[in-house]
């Protein structure tokens, strides 16, 4: 517990020793919905379905896991989990393996960049490496191929990794448990005096170094020290990489909302200024309106308003978003 006399290096440090009793107290919290997008492949169905024989499920519930769950086959053995650990000077000085594994056409069913303090937080490494996290999967055949023809690539930029495994490495799967986790933990890190959020981008491979350079800067200036802004490549694709920051700074007690402004504007502006988008697969929101309308040409601005005025006449629908 705080006392009010701790320095912001003690309540980063207190915030830290917290987030596994939090992370506990979360993972406890198990709604049918959550145990829904869980669902990873068939035979987990075999769970599902007595219950709605025996209607512990109500019909609108039934109906709406009929309309949710996407049915694929189980894995075929063979599809892999890596984690490459990558030396070099960052996540932002050379990222050249990621874009080079994308661009060669093995299509990877996963494939995430995290830098070294991503890396670190989130226990997939230890502070000093960045970390690339690599899947292939297949229902029918073996991935062996694809895989080995990665790690050819990675090795040719400095990459280093551990054997192949059928199972999920315990780095990757600490990363993932982090991943998950976080949402729950934000809110619970304002109590604790540490102010966390998260902004995504996306952005061209060639233009990826320095926009990186200015909005990681921009951010921490607005924030002061000390601070961390990490960042982590959620998608990956031929033409670019789509980053994901996370923010922690102690925050400034009774003006948490205005200094989470001035770090939302901060970002925001350098995110224009260097060329990349306001957002990526979290859509706009009011948060990012502003970003939006200096990207987002007249015309397509009036065509949307033509199809809302159709389609929404009374304006209900989501009001005041991506449209006055």
């Not at 003690?10 to 406890?28: E, F, G, I, P, W």
Request: net charge negative; glycine share 10%.
């Amino acid at each position: 517990m705080a006392t009010g006399n701790e320095g912001p290096t003690d309540m980063m440090a207190m915030a830290t020793k917290d987030l596994a009793a939090l992370a506990s107290r979360a993972r406890r919290v198990k709604t049918f919905d959550r145990l829904l997008r869980r669902v990873e492949n068939l035979q987990l169905l075999v769970d599902v379905q007595p219950a709605i024989g025996r209607g512990d499920i109500g019909a609108d519930r039934a109906e709406r896991i009929e309309r949710s769950l996407v049915l694929r086959p189980a894995k075929a053995a063979g599809g892999f989990i890596m984690l490459l650990h990558r030396r070099g000077q960052g996540i932002g000085a050379d990222p050249q393996a990621a874009r080079e594994i994308v661009q060669s056409g093995l299509d990877p069913a996963n494939c995430r960049l995290l830098d070294e303090l991503e890396a670190q937080q989130t226990g997939a490494g230890d502070g000093t490496h960045s970390v690339l996290v690599i899947g292939f999967e297949s229902t029918d055949a073996s991935v062996d191929h694809d895989l080995a023809r990665a790690l050819e690539i990675a090795a040719s930029h400095g990459g280093e990794w551990d054997a192949p495994s059928d199972s999920r490495p315990a780095a990757e799967g600490n990363w993932r448990e982090a991943f998950i986790k976080m949402p729950y933990i934000r809110d619970m890190l304002v109590q604790l005096g540490i102010l966390a959020d998260t902004f995504e981008t996306a952005i061209t491979w060639d233009r990826f170094p320095p926009f990186h350079e200015a909005v990681v800067g921009a951010t921490r200036e607005a924030l002061g020290e000390p601070c961390r802004v990490s960042c982590r490549f959620t998608h990956l694709y031929p033409d670019g990489p789509a980053p994901y920051y996370t923010v922690l700074a102690p925050a400034r007690r009774g003006d948490e909302i205005a200094q989470w402004h001035e770090m939302k504007q901060a970002a925001g502006d350098a995110i224009i200024a260097a060329g990349g988008t306001i957002t990526h697969h979290h859509a706009v929101g009011r948060d990012h309106r502003p970003w939006y309308d200096e990207q987002r040409p007249e015309l397509f601005a009036r065509a949307l308003g033509a199809a809302k005025r159709e389609i929404d006449p009374a304006g209900i629908l989501n009001p005041g978003v991506l449209l006055d």
